[in-house]
């Protein structure tokens, strides 16, 4: 059953709740190893030296680079991992490297087997059925739309309760009839297996045919 941390932003102009969904998986551990999926971002090498250093004395930082790794390798890592992380940035460009690179299959039979994931933003939104409700430019033309499927919702990070965006994600249930979880910045959405609560922050969830609804700190959200 999927465990997962998912954030619309990382922190308080830091990753410092990224930091502490990941530590309970980290404390006591002999060789605690993070599993780092910048691929949202085209400046990896910037964001891996500053996880790097957020997580100093927690954990060690593996890089996992679709680019220039093999399968394999990547397996390998994550297979070590006691948590992945998957950062924000472009959702079109993440969600394409974890396709072409072969990943998304097993990413997704880990995540599902309980391997905790902590993502914020893209990271989020790649956890949905699929990435149609990302605001994100498809500048990499990605043709493979699904996600990693663990949570029955689509995710919209960065909402501002805001007119305009409720009618573009509307559109959304032209055609799909998942329900669309919106995170304000600073939102934090837990799963624990069929059990999708909100921690803390601003979150609506959006069905087909109904009206927005505000959810409560500390609601569980059904699908």
Request: charge should be negative; aromatic fraction near 10%.
């Given at each position: 059953?999927?465990?997962?941390?998912?954030?619309?932003?990382?922190?308080?102009?830091?990753?410092?709740?990224?930091?502490?969904?990941?530590?309970?998986?980290?404390?006591?551990?002999?060789?605690?190893?993070?599993?780092?999926?910048?691929?949202?971002?085209?400046?990896?090498?910037?964001?891996?030296?500053?996880?790097?250093?957020?997580?100093?004395?927690?954990?060690?930082?593996?890089?996992?680079?679709?680019e220039r790794m093999d399968l394999p390798k990547m397996e390998s890592i994550i297979r070590k991992a006691q948590v992945v992380y998957i950062s924000g940035g472009n959702t079109f460009l993440l969600n394409h490297r974890l396709h072409i690179s072969g990943l998304?299959?097993?990413?997704?039979?880990?995540?599902?087997?309980?391997?905790?994931?902590?993502?914020?933003?893209?990271?989020?939104?790649?956890?949905?059925?699929?990435?149609?409700?990302?605001?994100?430019?498809?500048?990499?033309?990605?043709?493979?739309?699904?996600?990693?499927?663990?949570?029955?919702?689509?995710?919209?990070?960065?909402?501002?309760?805001?007119?305009?965006?409720?009618?573009?994600?509307?559109?959304?249930?032209?055609?799909?009839?998942?329900?669309?979880?919106?995170?304000?910045?600073?939102?934090?959405?837990?799963?624990?297996?069929?059990?999708?609560?909100?921690?803390?922050?601003?979150?609506?969830?959006?069905?087909?045919?109904?009206?927005?609804?505000?959810?409560?700190?500390?609601?569980?959200?059904?699908?």
């Open positions: 059953m999927p465990t997962l941390h998912l954030f619309s932003t990382p922190g308080d102009r830091d990753i410092r709740w990224v930091i502490d969904a990941c530590r309970p998986y980290l404390a006591d551990k002999d060789e605690p190893t993070v599993a780092f999926l910048p691929q949202a971002s085209l400046n990896v090498n910037h964001w891996l030296d500053y996880t790097t250093r957020s997580f100093e004395k927690l954990a060690r930082v593996e890089l996992i680079d679709t998304m299959p097993y990413l997704r039979k880990k995540a599902l087997a309980g391997l905790p994931v902590v993502g914020f933003s893209a990271g989020m939104v790649v956890c949905g059925p699929n990435i149609l409700t990302s605001s994100d430019m498809n500048s990499v033309e990605a043709n493979r739309f699904d996600g990693l499927a663990v949570s029955p919702f689509n995710f919209y990070p960065h909402y501002g309760d805001d007119v305009f965006q409720d009618d573009w994600l509307s559109e959304y249930h032209s055609f799909h009839d998942n329900p669309v979880i919106m995170l304000s910045d600073g939102a934090y959405v837990k799963v624990d297996g069929k059990k999708t609560t909100l921690v803390h922050g601003g979150a609506w969830v959006l069905r087909k045919d109904e009206e927005k609804i505000k959810v409560d700190e500390g609601e569980s959200i059904v699908p």
